[in-house]
């Protein structure tokens, strides 16, 4: 059997096929890159001449229907938008928090959401902040016989 890992002068060997990020060529020169910007620019024109053509040779009942569909998706996003503003005004849900939590688009998952959402919030307020024995004055510990001790022992006192 005759090992089929050498290359071949025709063929690369298995090592340049396996790394594709080595070096394959140079840097493109300059002329190469303005020529391929000349020729998009081309081809972006020719694009826009094409859609105007296509536009122009389009049939007016086309044109109504591309229209027409349109409208109606337009009106089917400011009706979902409706329904989301009226369900978090219904669940006392601000507009930020609406536009951040509100993300489906059927009335019952909204309603589930908008739900969740003000049930999360009461019970934040319901809870509040509270800090357990905040404020309370501690009384001051009462004289014993080590404390008078230690501040006759370090008062100075000649005596």
């Known amino acids: 059997m005759a ?12 090592d340049a096929q396996v790394n594709p990020e080595a070096p394959q060529q140079a840097e493109v020169p300059p002329e190469v890159k ?8 081309e081809a972006e024109t ?17 044109k109504q229907a591309q229209r027409v569909q ?11 938008e409706a329904l989301r503003l009226r369900i978090a005004t219904k669940f006392g ?17 909204l309603t589930k959401q908008a739900e969740r959402l003000s049930a999360r919030e009461a019970d934040r307020k319901k809870q ?20 008078a001790f230690a501040r006759n022992l370090f008062a ?3 005596s």
Do not use: C, W
Not at 3 to 14: L, N, Y
Not at 34 to 41: D, E, F, S, T
Not at 70 to 80: F, I, K, N, Q, V
Not at 93 to 108: M, P, R, S, V, Y
């Open 34 to 41: 303005a020529a391929l910007r000349k020729a998009n620019k």
């Open 128 to 147: 509040g902040n509270h800090v357990p024995r905040e404020g309370v004055t501690h009384p001051q510990p009462g004289e014993d016989d080590m404390r």
């Open 70 to 80: 349109a409208l109606e998706a337009e009106a089917l996003a400011a009706r979902s």
């Open 156 to 158: 100075g006192d000649p």
């Open 3 to 14: 090992d089929d890992s050498t290359a071949t002068p025709d063929q690369p060997s298995e």
């Open 46 to 62: 020719l694009r826009l001449r094409l859609k105007e053509y296509e536009e122009r040779d389009m049939s007016e009942a086309e």
């Open 93 to 109: 849900i601000g507009d930020e928090d609406a536009d951040l939590f509100l993300t489906a688009t059927d009335e019952e998952t």
